[in-house]
């Protein structure tokens, strides 16, 4: 999608600088990409606590047992 927006040139000079990207559009879709990446894993963190497993969880043996009986 094309946008036209204004950026602060020295920000995305810095971020440049930082990343090692060339240019503008990489700077701005990494900076997208990592943004979403933050909130997905906050949403994650928000669920510590309210997971309960069953002490004897093993998911080892829970993978053999599924992949016994795919054979």
């Not at 995305?12 to 090692?20: E, F, L, T, V």
């Not at 510590?48 to 599924?66: M, P, Q, S, V, W």
């Amino acid at each position: 999608m094309r946008t036209n927006i204004e950026i602060d040139d020295k920000l995305i000079q810095q971020a440049k600088k930082i990343s090692g990207l060339k240019t503008k559009k990489e700077v701005v879709n990494k900076a997208l990409r990592e943004f979403v990446q933050k909130h997905n894993r906050k949403n994650l963190a928000e669920l510590k606590g309210k997971i309960a497993f069953t002490k004897n969880y093993d998911h080892r043996a829970l993978r053999k047992e599924k992949s016994d009986d795919t054979c």
